[in-house]
């Protein structure tokens, strides 16, 4: 068994020691080493000093609790020079003013960046497994820097194991061959687990990938591999049966190829929300939301909905600005009575996807304004100002309505933390049935398809006039859902899931949802 080397009770929270006590119950050498691309701190000169960054949210500030009180390593790659000083080749403990962990960063120049995560990660394994074949692009060198990188990430993971039988958990589609290298040129005896961050996409689409044989190769190298939805573990069967020469067992969710079984099972990414309720709750909060509608002139009886979103052809933005449009234009009593606000994050800049979608929505934002603003209303509030976790919540707060409307998506946080951000009078969530979380929080929401710009219309519409009552029943569905499956019961699920595997036991399959 690992031993978790300080006392559980040392980290606040019943879930987060769910998750912790659950990493420990695991058989192997050492605490578990994290694998994933983006790194849980960053060091950064600020004026010649020295300082760390922590990421806002998501899932590496959610492990990094799990990973103080196990004592484990996080592999991940170092961007800067404050990163490379302070590392000096070796690892650093983190955080900072409490060193419990090593975090071992994988340095990469800007030929592998470029191929490695601009070219083969996010221009052909993201739109393929988000099924937009139109986009992917692929190209044999971009596929060699990928390997390379892998290979680096690989090696990390075995400077970091000091034994030879560690737990090894890889993060994402950055590395989907990494496990098959570790397993089989590094350490034999390693457990390793995965969780895929994306949809996996249905064979028909999946087929395209010219390096289809050897993404599947890579990932069933690991013990345990996860996906968000039952749906994503469906269609990854799928791939598998009509790509390898394989067994794949849809029953008992395992897949045996080359001599080895790998367990296949759906566990849903939540967020922190019990973090987020008591960020909505905060004065910081309830001050920003105030000051907020100061700032933009947004009349007392105006409604607010918003939309906070990565800047990614993949969440549907255009779509969702077609619909208020349409809202506007059929419904004009609504006309300096709903105000939009879209949060958005410069992402992937580099990519010509990206950064042409920024300035379409620069261009669309402007227009929409153009055509309906009046001296006294702004139809779209447009920012990609950084705000802080209070701050963002205090937005969610503050809206009667969520616009969640990817045309695909994983599993989306973003609709979860509108749902735990609601501590008084409730909105109205508007989901797309393409996002992941719809599997979960279809019940609640107003569930649409995208693609249905009259459809999205009518949902904001019956949003904003939906009786106190019945958005109360619903927002105390979605809430119970977004508690119970939180961040810190996804990680303790997949720890226990492992243990089962380990030791063999029998697997329980999930009870069935609807599906949508
Ligand atoms: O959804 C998959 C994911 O990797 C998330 O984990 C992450 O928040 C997002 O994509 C953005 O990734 P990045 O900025 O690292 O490309």
Not at 220 to 232: K, V, W
Not at 465 to 474: H, I
Request: glycine share 6%; aromatic share 10%.
């Amino acid at each position: 068994m690992l031993a978790a080397s300080r006392e559980v009770v040392a980290v606040t929270g019943d879930s987060v020691s769910e998750a912790v006590r659950a990493a420990s119950s695991l058989d192997g050498d050492g605490a578990p080493i994290v694998v994933s691309n983006r790194q849980p701190y960053s060091h950064e000169y600020e004026d010649g000093e020295m300082s760390v960054d922590r990421p806002a949210g998501g899932l590496t500030a959610a492990l990094d609790p799990v990973m103080q009180t196990v004592n484990g390593t996080w592999v991940a790659w170092g961007s800067g020079d404050a990163d490379r000083d302070v590392s000096d080749g070796g690892a650093v403990r983190v955080p900072p003013d409490d060193p419990s962990y090593d975090l071992q960063r994988v340095w990469l120049d800007d030929d592998q960046l470029e191929g490695y995560y601009y070219g083969f990660s996010n221009q052909t394994l993201w739109p393929l497994c988000h099924s937009d074949t139109a986009r992917v692009r692929f190209s044999t060198a971009d596929w060699e820097q990928y390997q390379a990188v892998n290979r680096q990430f690989a090696e990390s993971v075995t400077s970091a194991a000091d034994r030879q039988e560690p737990v090894v958990w890889f993060q994402d589609y950055h590395l989907s061959l990494a496990p098959r290298i570790v397993r089989e040129r590094l350490l034999p005896d390693a457990f390793c687990m995965h969780f895929w961050h994306l949809p996996w996409p249905g064979w028909d689409s999946f087929r395209i990938c010219p390096r289809a044989v050897s993404i599947l190769d890579g990932l069933l190298a690991n013990d345990l591999l996860g996906f968000h939805t039952p749906e994503y573990c469906r269609n990854f069967f799928d791939c598998v049966d009509r790509t390898l020469d394989a067994s794949v067992d849809r029953d008992t969710g395992t897949i045996r190829y080359r001599g080895d079984t790998t367990t296949v099972r759906p566990f849903r990414l939540g967020i922190d929300a019990a973090a987020q309720a008591e960020q909505a709750r905060s004065s910081a909060a309830e001050a920003f939301a105030r000051g907020f509608r100061d700032e933009w002139d947004i009349g007392e009886d105006t409604r607010v909905a918003v939309g906070v979103d990565r800047l990614d052809y993949t969440k549907g933005i255009e779509r969702r600005f077609d619909a208020l449009e349409r809202v506007w234009e059929r419904s004009p009593e609504w006309r300096g009575k709903l105000t939009f606000v879209q949060k958005g994050a410069e992402s992937r800049s580099s990519i010509p996807a990206y950064s042409r979608l920024q300035d379409r929505i620069d261009d669309r934002v402007a227009a929409i304004n153009e055509r309906f603003g009046t001296d006294d209303w702004q139809p779209v509030v447009y920012t990609t100002e950084m705000l802080s976790q209070e701050r963002l919540a205090g937005l969610y707060r503050g809206a009667d309505l969520a616009l969640v409307t990817p045309v695909r998506d994983g599993m989306n946080l973003v609709a979860k933390e509108y749902v735990a951000a609601q501590v008084d009078d409730p909105g109205t969530l508007v989901l797309s049935g393409f996002a992941g979380a719809a599997e979960e929080l279809g019940d609640g929401a107003e569930l649409v398809n995208p693609y249905d710009v009259d459809a999205v219309a009518d949902a904001v519409e019956r949003g904003l006039r939906m009786p106190a009552t019945e958005r109360q029943r619903r927002m105390q569905t979605l809430d119970e859902q977004v508690h119970e499956n939180d961040v810190y019961a996804w990680i303790a699920r997949q720890f226990r899931a492992a243990r089962s595997v380990q030791t063999g036991q029998q697997y329980e399959p999930p009870p069935r949802r609807r599906s949508h």
